[in-house]
């Protein structure tokens, strides 16, 4: 990613953005962190913000139209905050909170032409810089003002009129003549034309100049233009006057020094709106001052209302983009930052890797931001340039290969007729999951399809797709297509969503459809029954775009005779379990979070098309049903309830699975693979035991090819009170540790631990990495 | 980066199965990613056998690991 494609993906985030308020203002004054100064009581703060953001404060806020009133979204929701008058209320009750800084005097001098409010904000904006500024006006200096503006208090006048007196502005009474301006421009450094005051001497409308400098020619600029009604009116706008007094002013001090005119001038004109969401903000009547104008506490009451405008709308929605308590807009600029450290820590690794990948954020976001795409993108790079941390998703890595292969992994065509006109691809959590349902479903299938449907157990390769590893998925994809391609290239028949995902990026020209689409097809409509039990559907995340998938889902739960609710975020939206992107390997607790977060949404007991909502959700204690729960030719018990309840197969268990559902695949076609080879040792773990373990992504396969390591070696301690053994084994990157005992009927285990650093010589045995 | 220098054992009066010799807190040395650190850790004075304690490496060793992965 390059600098300008990041600029391309942080302009998707609006967060920054300014709000309604501060959009439509020409000064852009921050109106949200005034009200948040008020409202908190902290008037001299409001004050210092008016001074920052306004040119002659005590006029402007006497004649500002207020724009941002009109714009304000709490117009239909009680009332436009009431901006003009806190100003008022601000100014009236607080002492001035600037000093003027005497600047030293420059030797360029301006020509303002024109008293308007336009040419007083040129002389107010360019004498702060200490360029002397003269004024020349017609009549009283304060008439060009007071005709614009009738009802302009006098003291706000002298007010202003007081502070020129601090400043190198001087007023010239002049008669305004056609040959003026040639000559001011020959006197002055930069002359200034006032559209109000002095319109008569050029004869510009506001489309005959650029609006982003308000540059006529030469060292000329104007500004400051009446507005006419539909009626035919004349109004002055005084925002809209004072920020082209800015615009001009900005345009003048570049003219004057040399500098280009226009570079970089877009934040001036940057008008992206905040998108901010109004679902469920109450509404509050605006709070009307009891006396003419507010007192501290009305005016602390009234900027309360203030909705401080935000968008954070798929920060609300995802645990992951919550928890690094920024936005969208701010990760993209760390993970970009985190790309180019070439030495030192990589601190946004754990944002990179904490995203599920699963693009609610993206349908949430009314710019379609894309987390899923900055974050895959990240860990691609990550393992490109090798910094991906080894332990992020080494597991799951290892779990995608022992899936895809030969313990686990078969291919083969219909075992009664020999054909393959459709390939049933359960993917490989639900073949670790739910063995028996798989094959009972494939039979029903095999008996109600024509053609053959033959079987893949295989992973699809999501796992390193999600983990940035693309030469892996690439290679996984090219065993996949040689074993579809060997059989014909029947359509598949799938039962997972994220294996859709990734069957349609390694076999692009392949034909894809959800088991559940076959299975609506092939199920009968079923009476409607009176008070049917309710269930929440969760969506899987990878289900998000496959509305065949989530149509036939809510179908066959009709079908079961049960009530599918939608609870909120669900369809397209639909939130993810923690399975996604892995993060269930990278960060656990993450993951977690999703789950619990995603099953409280679930009013109901959790119906889910996918085996790792399933299970995730049902490892937070949320009742959850698999949809093969449920249909005819799978549902183990006729209890939903119980099913509901039934505990969660751990990651050893999986792995098991695997193993024995190809037994059983192979055995449809009459083969026997010979038995695995008996364990040498009997190991006992209790089920707590065995769950700490696998929380630390220690298998029993690893505790036992631990222990029987140790135990032909020799090589361990022992606590002579307790009996107990502790011993090492090094397979891999990982060095497991084993607390165990050994007693006449096997080996119990304690407990065991892991780590990844290395000590040489003095851990055994050496089967050195 | 620094580890803390000395770790006992979690719990327990703890030998060498093999030598039969009570473990005694010694010097080694922990690899990981392109470091080394010296640490004390129980050890078989007689075989050299060493004790990684729980502890130590779901603590200070998983943060160290997690810091120089990052790196």
Partial sequence: MDQSELHAVEAHCTQEAMPRCRAVCPLQMDVRAFMEHIAAGRARDARKLLERHLPLPAILIAVCDHPCENACLRRDLGGALAVGALERHVLATTPPQTRLIPRPPRQQRLAVLGAGLAG??????????????????????????????????????????????????????????????????????????????????????????DAATLHVEGNVC????????????????????????????????????????????????????????????????????????????????????????????????????????EFPRTYARKIYNNAAIVKGTHTANALALGCALCGQCTEICPEGFSMADLCL??????????????????????????????????????????????????????????????????????????????????????????????????????????????????????????????????????????????????????????????????????????????????????????????????????????????????????????????????????????????????????????????????????????ASRAPVAGLSARRAGRVALRRDVLAEYGETPPPPEAAALHLIIADEVLARMEDRFILRQDVQEAVEGIERTGQKFLEKESGHFVGSWRPRHVTFWVEYAISDVGCVIYDAWCHRMWLPGAMQPGKEI | MSMEPNYGPDAGDWFCARCGERLEQRKVQAFYMNSAFDVLLPRCPSCGLTLVPKSLAEGKMAEVEALLEDK
């Fill in chain 1, 222 to 325: 104007c500004g400051g233009w009446t507005d006419e009604t539909p009626t035919g009116a004349r109004l002055a706008s005084a925002s809209r006057q004072a920020g082209e007094g800015r615009t001009a002013a900005i345009t003048l001090f570049r003219l004057m020094t040399g500098a280009s005119l226009a570079a970089s001038r877009e934040q001036e004109n940057d008008r992206r709106v905040l998108h901010t969401p109004l679902d469920g903000v109450a509404s509050v009547a605006r709070v009307l001052p009891a006396a003419a104008e507010y007192d501290a506490d009305e005016a602390a009451r009234e900027a309360g209302r203030c909705l401080r405008c935000e968008c954070l709308q798929c920060v609300r929605e995802c645990a992951f983009l919550e928890r690094h308590k």
């Fill in chain 1, 377 to 642: 993108h990240a860990r691609q790079d990550m393992v490109e340039r090798g910094y991906m941390p080894q332990s992020a998703h080494e597991f799951a890595l290892e779990d995608m290969a022992q899936a895809s292969g030969p313990e686990s992994a078969v291919s083969r065509p219909d075992p009664a007729t020999g054909r393959c006109a459709r390939l049933f691809f359960p993917g490989c959590q639900l073949a670790a999951a739910r063995g028996p349902q798989v094959l009972r479903v494939w039979r029903f299938l095999r008996e109600r399809l024509d053609g053959g449907v033959g079987i893949m157990l295989s992973c699809c390769g999501v796992p390193a797709f999600w983990a940035g590893n693309t030469p892996l998925f690439d290679e996984h994809a090219a065993r996949l297509r040689a074993d579809w391609e060997s059989l014909g290239k029947p359509e598949l028949i799938v039962a997972c969503a994220s294996c859709l995902d990734a069957l349609a990026r390694a076999l692009p020209d392949a034909r894809l459809r959800s088991l559940w689409e076959y299975l609506d097809d092939l199920l009968p409509e079923a009476a409607p029954v009176a008070d049917a039990p309710v269930v929440s559907i969760q969506d899987p995340c990878g289900a998000r775009h496959q509305e065949g998938w989530r149509a036939a889902v809510r179908s066959l739960v009709r079908k079961c005779g049960l009530r599918g609710e939608d609870p909120r975020r669900s369809g397209t939206e639909t939130a993810c379990c923690g399975y996604g992107g892995l993060v269930w390997n990278a960060q656990p607790d993450m993951a977690d979070v999703m789950a619990a977060r995603r099953a409280s949404d679930l009013p109901h007991t959790a119906l889910c098309s996918c085996i790792m909502c399933r299970d995730r959700l049902a490892r937070q204690g949320k009742e959850s049903l698999h949809l093969l729960d449920l249909l005819p030719m799978t549902a183990e018990t006729s209890a939903a309830g119980a």
């Fill in chain 1, 120 to 209: 007083l904000v040129v002389a107010w904006e360019l004498s702060r810089k200490g360029f002397p500024v003269d004024v020349l006006h017609e009549g009283d200096a304060r008439d060009a003002l007071r005709r614009s503006y009738p009802d302009i208090p006098e003291t706000a006048l002298d007010a202003e009129w007081t502070d020129f007196g601090k400043t190198p502005v001087t007023f010239l009474s002049s008669q305004y003549d056609a040959a003026l301006i040639g000559r001011l421009r020959q006197e002055y450094a930069a002359v200034f034309v006032d559209m109000d005051a002095a319109a008569t001497l050029l004869p510009l409308q506001r489309d005959d100049v």
